[in-house]
């Protein structure tokens, strides 16, 4: 067990529709990487927060947003959703930006989002 | 650009054979060279990174890994397969330059043990 932890689990949600996932980060630890993983694929980086400010972005879209908390916690949010969001979620949070690359990114189990 | 391929999506083996999963990788420099591995509705586990140390990189569970410049290879081996070790396996690269929100993933290696 890392101590990522992240909710809801799994959700349903319709096309158009908005959604906030969320993930709760190892305790210490002050950034935080959302990943999308669709089905068969690796993730897919979408961005990372460190102490509550954006520090990189993939190839998402702007309705793709995020928001990082005093107490680093974390929030992805998806505006309009489109079939093709269906995806597993993941989260890892890490000690810091990861420009030390001894410094380990741990996992949460994942959303499981399905547009309908 | 960078790039992982991961040959193979799915890998049989019998309980105590060798397993072997195959990454190359795509970059002009030689880059950080991660392995996870996620069991089912789970998120990833690291197994074991090369960071321009060793090129034999030895992980938890058995696993070790030998990253070779000259073939731009980073597989994964185990001597002997555990049913345990039933899962998907992924290979990722970050470049020198970048932490992990410069991350690429491979599309994933998933494995099945025969008893």
């Known amino acids: 067990e890392t101590g990522v932890t992240q909710s809801p689990t799994h959700l349903i949600k319709t096309r158009g529709q908005q959604v906030t996932l969320r993930c709760s980060s190892q305790?210490?630890?002050?950034?935080v990487s959302w990943y999308q993983q669709a089905l068969g694929q690796g993730p897919q980086f979408i961005f990372q927060?460190?102490?509550?400010?954006?520090?990189g972005r993939g190839n998402f879209p702007p309705r793709f947003s995020g928001l990082q908390f005093p107490n680093y916690s974390s929030e992805l949010n998806v505006n309009a959703l489109e079939l093709d969001d269906s995806a597993l979620y993941l989260c890892?949070?890490?000690?810091?930006?990861?420009?030390?690359?001894?410094?380990?990114?741990?996992f949460g189990q994942g959303t499981r989002l399905t547009v309908v | 650009a960078q790039s992982v391929t991961q040959l193979g999506s799915h890998v049989s083996v019998s309980e105590g054979a060798l397993v072997l999963l195959r990454c190359n990788y795509s970059?002009?420099?030689?880059?950080?060279l991660f392995w996870y591995v996620q069991y089912p509705n789970q998120g990833l586990q690291l197994l074991l990174k090369?960071?321009?140390?060793?090129?034999l990189v030895k992980g938890i569970n058995g696993f070790e890994a030998e990253f070779k410049k000259s073939e731009t290879s980073f597989h994964l081996t185990k001597p002997s397969a555990h049913m345990s070790d039933a899962a998907e396996y992924f290979c990722?690269?970050?470049?020198?330059?970048?932490?992990?929100?410069?991350?690429?993933f491979g599309t994933g290696t998933k494995l099945q043990v025969i008893p």
């Open positions: 890892a949070s890490s000690l810091d930006r990861g420009s030390s690359l001894n410094t380990e990114a741990f």
């Open positions: 305790s210490g630890h002050n950034t």
């Open positions: 927060y460190y102490r509550e400010e954006e520090n």
């Open positions: 970059s002009s420099v030689p880059p950080y």
């Open positions: 090369y960071t321009s140390a060793a090129t």
């Open positions: 990722a690269v970050i470049p020198i330059s970048g932490g992990y929100q410069k991350v690429t």
